[in-house]
């Protein structure tokens, strides 16, 4: 009787497994159900990304899923990103319990980030950047001992950061900006070993930017800008030699830079300190940071002279040094190329650059563009070379 029935449920399973049989009786039913779930909370999807998430395709190969290599019914990657999908997220996203990496940014998804989401121990990969997500940032995240990247940026998030987040200790990137989030810069990042990028520009935070944020050893982005901190820049942020772009424009920061900046932060390609209270002088050092593509002191109290070192920065596209105390007060690079065979043209490139680089993006903080508009200045400098108008 016992062994009768065995048999027919191993038949019964066969016949369910490999016969002709609809999706949903291969595979973790599970994972089938949240992403039931998950495209139920999706309200319109003018694409029609989700129109291939039916009965008579595997979940595997539904658009945006990737499932397992050793586990191949568990569904592994979930990627819509920029398909204009409008809706809320599922709670049940917290079941896909062998998920490493979701992509949902640029959409418009509302509501809440589910707690839920911290039952995800595998994840390393969160993007919802580019949403309407609101609400706070869950606590329960601090779960995700796994996560490397995570990126929030631009929704309608509140409060501040939580606590429990500095227990993430894989996180390489970080980043809230462009949400509510109020409170300070926790000093508890700079417990994050393999922290590279922090990205908590306008988030309306407040207070000194604390001293072990300069811990991580492989720092290379820093944005606070459009934040009300207070104080000055602490020390060891200026002696962080792998940090490339360091963004701390109208953050009401002050006090000078340190001489050597230029040979410490040897790997710059980008500081913005506009509209602030820095005072002192422009480093001559900084001739030595080669890699500076951005300088921009705009609306300081910088007093002394224009490095005229500073010309010999072959990668240098963008010099603003404008509203400060500095000798001669000159408007932007007028005076810098002086000595460099290519007077003119460079100076024509950074009116073209301030132009460019205003109107290429609503957000001129996107690196990806940002090097477009790099590339393309980039050629017409090199026609402008190649035409040998740089001659003489
Ligand atoms: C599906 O996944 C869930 C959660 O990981 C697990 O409890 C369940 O046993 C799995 N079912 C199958 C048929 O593998
Ligand atoms: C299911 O999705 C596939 C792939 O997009 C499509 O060809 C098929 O028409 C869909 N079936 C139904 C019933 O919608
Ligand atoms: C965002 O999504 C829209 C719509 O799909 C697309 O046009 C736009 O290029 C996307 N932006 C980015 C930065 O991917
Ligand atoms: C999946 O998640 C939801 C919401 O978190 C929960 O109610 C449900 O019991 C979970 N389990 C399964 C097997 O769907
Ligand atoms: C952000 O999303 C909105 C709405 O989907 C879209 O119009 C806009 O282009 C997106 N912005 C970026 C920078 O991708
Ligand atoms: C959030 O985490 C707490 C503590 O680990 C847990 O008790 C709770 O069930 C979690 N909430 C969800 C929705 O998973
Ligand atoms: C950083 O970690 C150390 C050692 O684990 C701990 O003593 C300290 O409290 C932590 N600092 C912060 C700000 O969390
Ligand atoms: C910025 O913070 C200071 C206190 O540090 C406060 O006095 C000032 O009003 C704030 N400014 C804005 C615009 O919030
Ligand atoms: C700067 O960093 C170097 C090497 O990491 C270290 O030896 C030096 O003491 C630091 N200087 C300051 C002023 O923090
Ligand atoms: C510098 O930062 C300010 C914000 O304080 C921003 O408006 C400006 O676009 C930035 N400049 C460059 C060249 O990125
Ligand atoms: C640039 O670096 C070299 C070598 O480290 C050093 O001798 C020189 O003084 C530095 N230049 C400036 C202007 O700091």
């Known amino acids: 009787m016992a062994n009768g029935l065995a048999i027919m449920l191993y038949i019964a399973l066969l016949w369910c497994c490999f016969g002709n049989t609809p999706a949903s009786c291969s595979g973790n039913e599970t994972d089938r159900l949240a992403l039931i779930s998950f495209k ?93 997500l609101d609400g706070r940032i869950s606590t329960n995240l601090s779960s995700c001992s796994n996560l490397q990247y995570l990126s929030f940026r631009h929704n309608r ?37 393999s922290l590279s990028r922090i990205l908590l520009y306008d988030c309306n935070l407040h207070g000194e930017i604390p001293d072990e944020i300069s811990r991580p050893r492989g720092l290379t982005f820093v944005s ?19 940090i490339q772009y360091l963004e701390l424009g109208t953050t009401n920061l002050g006090g000078s830079i340190p001489s050597d900046i230029g040979s ?21 050092s900084l001739v030595n940071a080669s890699g500076l593509e951005e300088i921009e002191f705009e609306a300081n109290e910088f007093t002394g002279p224009i490095p005229k070192d500073l010309g010999k920065l072959m990668h240098l596209y963008w010099f603003e040094t404008e509203s400060n105390g500095l000798d001669g007060d000159l408007m932007d690079s007028r005076g810098l190329f002086e000595d460099n065979p290519s007077t ?47 001659q003489d």
């Open 40 to 132: 139920g909370s999706i309200d319109q999807d003018p694409f029609g990304a989700m129109s291939s998430w039916n009965d008579s395709v595997h979940y595997c190969d539904w658009k945006g899923i990737a499932c397992g290599r050793r586990h191949r019914d568990r569904v592994t990657e979930l990627n819509l990103r920029s398909q204009r999908l409008v809706g809320s997220l599922s709670p049940h996203i917290g079941n896909l319990s062998f998920l490493r990496s979701i992509d949902l940014q640029n959409n418009s998804l509302y509501g809440p980030i589910p707690p839920e989401i911290g039952r995800l121990l595998r994840l390393r990969k969160i993007l919802l950047t580019n949403n309407s």
């Open 344 to 390: 003119g043209i460079e100076d024509t490139l950074v009116s073209v650059l301030r132009i460019g680089v205003a109107c290429s993006t609503e957000s001129p903080r996107d690196r990806m563009q940002m090097q477009d508009v790099v590339n393309e200045l980039r050629k017409i400098k090199g026609v402008y070379e190649n035409c040998g108008l740089t």
């Open 224 to 242: 606070f800008y459009l934040n009300n901190l207070s104080g000055k820049v602490p020390p060891g942020l200026f002696n962080s030699s792998t």
């Open 157 to 193: 998030l509140m409060g501040s950061i939580p606590a429990e987040l500095g227990s993430l200790a894989k996180l390489k990137d970080l980043g809230l900006a462009g949400n509510k989030i109020s409170g300070t810069i926790p000093p508890w990042l700079g417990n994050l070993s």
């Open 264 to 284: 410490t932060l040897s790997n710059l390609r980008g500081i913005n300190l506009s509209w602030n209270s820095f005072t002192g002088t422009i480093p001559n």
